[in-house]
């Protein structure tokens, strides 16, 4: 596979930490990514993404779709030649099982 066909992505947490990063090919979907952010959740975080439905990406403030490819996104990523993009990661826990309907918030600082 050609290297330029390889994107470098770190999933920013909520609480600054990084999961990554992991090198992806074009052909990659979203669900992928997170499929990889919740098998690789760092352990003793108060947030737990129990499925990648409960995870939202976030790449310069779009919610990327889970059936696009990494490839079809790259118009946010923009053109980072030989940079590691960093995607914000929400956990929305499902509201039908949470009692108080919090919804949390990942911002970037």
Known sequence: MPEE?????????Y???????????ATSTVDMLKQ??????????????????????????KILENN???????VPFGDVAGGVIIMLVVVQPSLAKTKTGIL?????V
Do not use: A, M
């Open 5 to 13: 066909d390889l994107v470098d992505i770190k999933f920013r947490l």
């Open 15 to 25: 609480d600054g930490s990084d999961i990554g990063p992991f090198r992806y090919s």
């Open 36 to 61: 990889r952010i919740v098998s690789d959740w760092p352990k003793g975080k108060t947030i737990i993404p129990k499925t990648v439905n409960e995870v939202k990406l976030i790449s310069s403030g």
């Open 68 to 74: 696009k490819t990494v490839g079809q996104c790259k």
């Open 104 to 108: 949390y918030i990942c911002v970037h």
